[in-house]
């Protein structure tokens, strides 16, 4: 029997009150995990949640995502050689999560001697004119190596601007969430309709806009991903589109000894459509290509749990969490 949308509505109201005391127990020991770990030497804690990951990681269902994920980008590649990927993807997101509460002391990059310190870099020059060249700009970034760091570009490499980002759910680790990354990332823009208003008052301004654009996007435009169609979120092809400004790629790259390198990509010349504006579906393209091979540098390094791939058939209908929907509306035009 089909439920009315009141009925559906109700449901939802009861599963929110439901799980209210779980999320504040969550909320509660997510908080006090972020704050204990933040009493450790970065090092140490990166060191503990990598191991920890590695051993728990693969008893959960993200484990069968990303095994499904590597065989679908390298199926040349033996069996053996993919698991070991996989479990080097473990250990980097164990150290990105034991290094997130430490992103302030991680950062240490000094524009006059960029090969010195813990953050690293050969391409100051170009981060300085992008910086410098007294336009707007969008600025994209993946999942790799600690991908937070990228972020930190803008404001403790002197850019005016801010970076998408999406809150999480539970409002208790979302506030903190958003204390860590204050003053480190500068202006924190929501995703949604809400973050689009902001991230084009910050381009009109003269400011730069980064993102990550490597996951799903429902309501995305279609693109070719490791040789298989997937979605791309269009906004920053949009945005660049709406504004005409440079668009640059930036990445981070973990190393040895607890060490990264933050290089750059571009800026890139985007392909343009019959009247000369910027072609959304093909600049994503460009940018998607560029990623896989960022990917295929590094692919332990790359964050190969989410379901990147949904497409069942046609042109039209797309997996959402085992579902199936229609793609009925554009995203939000700015």
């Known amino acids: 029997m089909e439920l009315s949308s009141t009925q559906k509505l109700a449901i939802r109201r009861l599963r929110r009150r439901l799980n209210a005391p779980r999320d504040v127990v969550f909320g509660v020991f997510g908080v006090g995990l972020l704050r204990f770990v933040r009493r450790f030497d970065p090092t140490k804690a990166a060191e503990v949640a990598a191991r920890l990951t590695r051993r728990v990681g693969p008893w959960t269902k993200y484990h069968r995502i990303g095994r499904e994920n590597l065989a679908l980008a390298f199926p040349e590649k033996p069996e053996s ?15 990105t999560v034991g290094e997130y509460a430490h992103l302030d002391r991680l950062w240490d990059f000094d524009w006059q001697h960029p090969n010195q310190g813990r953050v690293v870099s050969d391409d100051a020059a170009v981060f300085d004119q992008v910086r410098d060249d007294g336009t707007p700009g969008v600025i994209f970034a993946a999942h790799l190596g600690n991908w937070e760091l990228p972020a930190l570009l803008t404001a403790m490499y002197g850019f005016k601007g801010g970076v998408v980002y999406r809150a999480p759910n539970n409002v208790r680790i ?54 298989h169609e997937c979605l791309a979120n269009p906004l920053l092809a949009r945005l660049a589109r709406l504004y005409d400004c440079p668009i640059v790629g930036v990445r981070v790259i973990r190393l040895p000894e607890h060490r990264f390198r ?35 540098e590094h692919p332990e390094q790359w964050l190969w749990l989410h379901r990147r791939w949904r497409k069942l058939s046609g042109s039209t209908r797309w997996a959402t969490g085992g579902q199936t929907r229609r793609r009925s509306r554009r995203p939000y035009e700015p």
């Open 262 to 296: 933050i290089a750059s990509a571009g800026p890139i010349d985007p392909p343009r459509d019959a009247k000369g504006r910027i072609d959304e579906q093909a600049t994503m393209q460009v940018i998607t290509s560029i990623i896989e091979g960022w990917v295929r």
């Open 174 to 227: 979302a506030a903190e969430v958003r204390r860590i990354r204050e003053g480190l990332m500068g202006h924190l823009i929501p995703s949604g309709i809400e973050g689009v208003v902001v991230a084009r008052s910050i381009l009109e301004d003269g400011g730069h806009v980064g993102m990550l654009v490597d996951q799903h996007s429902r309501t995305g435009t279609p693109v070719t991903f490791f040789g």
């Open 81 to 95: 050689e993919r698991e070991a990927i996989l479990m080097g993807v473990w250990e980097n997101v164990g150290r």
